[in-house]
């Protein structure tokens, strides 16, 4: 059972505009969202992060929204750039435990 | 600065071999993390250490063993590998659990 959903499985997007990745869990007891960006034959780098006190947080180009009561967070690329083309992962985690979404792969065309 | 190194990078094993996988970190991290990545699953969580002395099973933890061997070390044993296990392994540390994760380049690992 997937723990944490993530959509859409690919993105195209062209450069300046706007890219949307949406994901949602069921466990409330998750209290930690983080998302990574990962590049071919590398290991994921975090790219941005959000507690579930909060309902926004945003760090230059990237902006994550969360929404507790429907239990959904986004993450929102703005004026996307071909450098933004990468896999996306989306996380949640509770005591240690790390659960991630299965990914997205976001090409973003110049 | 290093940060999270895992050897060996890649590497091909029959079924029935035992491997260990190695990462060490360099920044002086608490907790460290083992996932296996497969297309289409995202990461998996195998294994984790809270901190140095202790460590605690993941979501997938079957066929797999850890040595947290110091602060520094953290590393995954296969007793007996099988094609299942056929995957992209990945280390990471953080300061404390609620923390960001760095993540190691990972290990390509395939059983035949």
């Not at chain 1, 290991?43 to 994550?64: M, N, Y």
């Not at chain 1, 005591?95 to 990914?103: A, C, D, I, L, P």
Request: proline share 6%; charged share 15%; glycine share 8%.
């Amino acid at each position: 059972q997937q723990q944490v959903k993530q959509s859409p499985q690919s993105l195209i997007v062209q450069k300046g505009g706007i890219s949307i990745i949406n994901c949602a869990y069921e466990n409330t007891a998750f209290d930690y969202f983080p998302w990574y960006q990962q590049f071919p034959g590398k290991g994921p780098a975090l790219l941005i992060a959000i507690r579930p006190d909060v309902s926004e947080k945003k760090e230059g180009r990237f902006t994550i929204s969360f929404n507790k009561s429907a239990k959904q967070f986004s993450l929102h690329i703005m004026d996307s750039q071909p450098g933004d083309s990468a896999t996306y992962f989306c996380a949640a985690s509770f005591s240690n435990q790390f659960y991630f979404g299965t990914g997205t792969s976001l090409t973003v065309i110049p | 600065n290093a940060g999270v190194t895992q050897t060996p990078k890649f590497q091909v094993l029959k079924t029935g071999q035992s491997m260990t996988l190695q990462c060490a970190q360099d920044m002086n991290h608490n907790s460290m993390y083992w996932y296996r990545q497969d297309p289409g699953m995202g990461l998996r969580l195998i294994y984790y250490s809270a901190s140095e002395g202790t460590t605690d099973k993941g979501e997938v933890p079957n066929g797999y063993n850890v040595s947290r061997l110091n602060k520094r070390e953290f590393s995954l044993r296969l007793e007996s590998a099988a094609p299942s296990q056929t995957s992209v392994y990945f280390c990471a540390s953080s300061p404390l659990g609620y923390q960001p994760q760095h993540f190691g380049d990972g290990t390509r690992l395939s059983i035949l």
